[in-house]
């Protein structure tokens, strides 16, 4: 596969302020996942700028631990257009280290009370040996979709 990127784009019936802020609320971000994998916010505080290291309870079968935790770094904050993170983890002295892959929503405002929403995962930033353990995308192009209707549920009050 060339591309090393893959998106989805959804039309949410709430403002781009108010998908913005669900997506800015750590707390939400288990309900929106499309995987299943995000368990809950370890840190609870609305995401407010780039540099917020945030961090999430994880569970995924195939994880050495099954239950882990990912430390998250705002990459981009441009309310109401634009949030994303890389996540990474947070190391035994404390280091945070990360993989290269990011999670991006773009929004663009159709109106008043509409969204058009594009989550995009990208991945093209991480290094060979985390290739050589890690399939990219680890999961198929259905869980973007999936995690859109599941924003579009909480923002729109669903």
Same mark, same amino acid.
Request: no cysteine; aromatic share 10%.
């Given at each position: 596969?060339?591309?090393?990127?893959?998106?989805?784009?959804?039309?949410?019936?709430?403002? %781009?302020?108010?998908?913005? %802020?669900?997506?800015?609320?750590?707390?939400?971000?288990?309900?929106?996942?499309?995987?299943?994998?995000?368990?809950?916010?370890?840190? &609870?505080?609305?995401?407010?700028?780039?540099?917020?290291?945030?961090?999430?309870?994880?569970?995924?079968?195939?994880?050495?631990?099954?239950?882990?935790?990912?430390?998250?770094?705002?990459?981009?904050?441009?309310?109401?257009?634009?949030? !994303?993170?890389?996540?990474?983890?947070?190391?035994?002295?404390? &280091?945070?280290?990360?993989? !290269?892959?990011?999670? &991006?929503?773009?929004? %663009?405002?159709?109106?008043?009370?509409?969204?058009?929403?594009?989550?995009?995962?990208?991945?093209?930033?991480?290094?060979?040996?985390?290739?050589?353990?890690?399939?990219?995308?680890?999961?198929?192009?259905?869980?973007?979709?999936?995690?859109?209707?599941?924003? %579009?549920?909480?923002?729109?009050? &669903?």
């Amino acid at each position: 596969m060339d591309q090393e990127n893959v998106s989805a784009t959804l039309t949410v019936a709430a403002p %781009a302020a108010r998908v913005f %802020a669900v997506l800015a609320d750590p707390t939400a971000h288990s309900t929106i996942d499309g995987t299943g994998w995000v368990q809950e916010a370890v840190d &609870r505080a609305p995401l407010t700028g780039v540099g917020q290291v945030f961090r999430m309870g994880m569970y995924h079968p195939n994880h050495p631990n099954g239950d882990y935790q990912v430390a998250n770094k705002v990459q981009v904050f441009d309310p109401p257009r634009a949030i !994303g993170w890389l996540t990474g983890e947070e190391k035994s002295d404390g &280091r945070l280290e990360f993989g !290269g892959w990011i999670w &991006r929503y773009d929004l %663009a405002p159709l109106g008043p009370s509409e969204t058009e929403v594009t989550l995009t995962y990208d991945w093209s930033a991480v290094p060979q040996f985390i290739r050589e353990y890690i399939q990219f995308p680890p999961f198929g192009p259905e869980h973007l979709s999936n995690s859109l209707h599941h924003l %579009a549920e909480l923002a729109s009050g &669903r």
